[in-house]
């Protein structure tokens, strides 16, 4: 029997993916709030929870659990909420025109204090207004919407929309968009809308690593300094002695790990960075902006303003990895250094042990002869004694004459014995080495 096709366990999942986010249709007038916050993720069960609580108040079926999207309406008011990476992000849709500009925004039309409930840090708020075709507003009409602040902005969608922000945060916590239908399907106008909320979130989250770079900088640039100083004691003409060395080796050490724990505190936030900063980059080229005369594009603003501070980011970031390979290069001469100094010690102190072991050896000969001496003065004086019982017992023996005799006979006996030990005893050694 041939072989089964099998479909991998996640093949209907990863192609349901890219229709699981899908745009909101709307049509002009239409208000829309967006509001993005940044959750811990303990705090991702609670944050489902608070939207299963808003659908009960309005009889809707709520989110699955574990559900990443959720998409409803809510009498009037249309509900859309995404869960990214670390951030999830709120939009709300209510038809018609407010009485005056971005009053009576989207967000008005929820009950009371449950937009303050939602978990986690509000890391973005905008409005936007999604108005009937009408002329290109002028600069005095642009001020009504902006409060006075100056206003970027493009036609859209290749002249289909005409879209203007001024990227600021105004009173009531909420930075502004209006967007003008000039011919845009209800698909285009809400991913318009979207679009642009969406490069204002990506904006401020690829902003968080501006503050952390600003600090690693004056951290890299202390830490750069104290990797010169110990540069140049090792480059010093004059030969440091081996405790200097260990001194500026431990230096190393301290400088390496306050490198390496800088990184990991750091390059999450500077990856995401130019993760976000490709994504806003990707959303202002699908925006397919065309000038208006007198007015600055969303394009410009964000390569005259964002990028660099991206490219700060980019800059501290790198540094951080150059100064890790140059403490390692550092460390690692260093280390050379101390080694073949280290080496020299052992030399000259395997050097001095030989010179001990032939001082001792020498020693141990003139303590054997010393040694043969001594033995061979007892032996005779006890001969002598023998030969003084002999003559007292009657045998005719000249005492003085047979103990001289007999000095070289115990002398050359003596020496044999102890050159027999020592053969002895340096043969079991030679047998044990250890």
């Not at 709520?62 to 009037?76: V, W």
């Not at 990991?264 to 000038?291: H, K, M, P």
């Amino acid at each position: 029997m041939s072989p089964r096709l099998v479909d991998h366990a996640d093949r209907y999942t990863l192609a349901a993916e890219v229709h699981a986010r899908l745009s909101v249709e709307i049509h002009a007038p239409t208000r829309a709030s967006y509001v993005a916050v940044l959750v811990a993720p303990e705090d991702r069960s609670t944050e489902l929870e608070h939207i299963v609580t808003l659908c009960e108040r309005f009889g809707v079926t709520p989110p699955q659990p574990g559900a990443t999207h959720f998409s409803a309406q809510l009498d009037n008011l249309r509900i859309k909420w995404e869960r990214h990476g670390e951030f999830s992000g709120y939009t709300f849709f209510v038809a018609g025109l407010s009485p005056q500009p971005f009053s009576e925004p989207a967000v008005s039309f929820l009950p009371d204090d449950w937009l303050e409930g939602i978990p986690g840090q509000r890391m973005v708020a905008a409005h936007a207004k999604l108005a009937v075709r009408q002329p290109v507003p002028t600069a005095s009409e642009l001020e009504a919407f902006f409060v006075g602040n100056i206003a970027v902005g493009a036609e859209v969608s290749e002249g289909a929309g005409i879209a203007f922000t001024d990227f600021k945060i105004h009173k009531d916590g909420y930075s502004r968009f209006l967007v003008i239908d000039v011919g845009l399907t209800p698909d285009q106008a809400g991913r318009v809308v979207q679009r642009l909320f969406e490069i204002e979130a990506y904006r401020m989250l690829a902003l968080l690593g501006l503050p952390v770079a600003r600090q690693r900088a004056a951290d890299v640039t202390a830490m750069e300094r104290r990797l010169t100083s110990v540069t140049d004691s090792i480059g010093a003409e004059k030969s440091t002695a081996a405790d200097d060395d260990e001194h500026l080796l431990g230096e190393l050490t301290r400088l390496a790990a306050e490198v390496e724990r800088a990184l990991a505190g750091s390059q999450y936030r500077f990856g995401a960075s130019r993760a976000y900063y490709d994504l806003v980059r990707t959303r202002i080229a699908e925006l397919r902006e065309r000038r208006i005369a007198g007015v600055q594009t969303i394009d410009e603003f964000m390569t005259r303003r964002l990028a660099p501070a991206m490219a700060t980011c980019a800059t501290v970031s790198q540094r951080l990895r150059d100064l890790s390979d140059r403490v390692a290069q550092t460390s690692g001469l260093l280390s050379t250094r101390v080694d073949i100094a280290r080496e020299k010690q052992n030399q000259a102190l395997l050097g001095s042990m030989d010179k001990r072991a032939k001082l001792q050896l020498r020693l141990q000969q003139t303590v054997e002869g010393l040694s043969v001496a001594a033995i061979t003065y007892y032996v005779v004086g006890l001969i002598s004694w023998v030969f003084k019982a002999i003559a007292s017992a009657g045998i005719n023996v000249n005492v003085e004459l047979a103990t001289g005799i007999s000095i070289p006979i115990i002398v050359l006996l003596v020496a044999l014995a102890v050159r027999r030990a020592r053969r002895r005893v340096v043969g079991r050694d030679d047998d044990n080495p250890q």
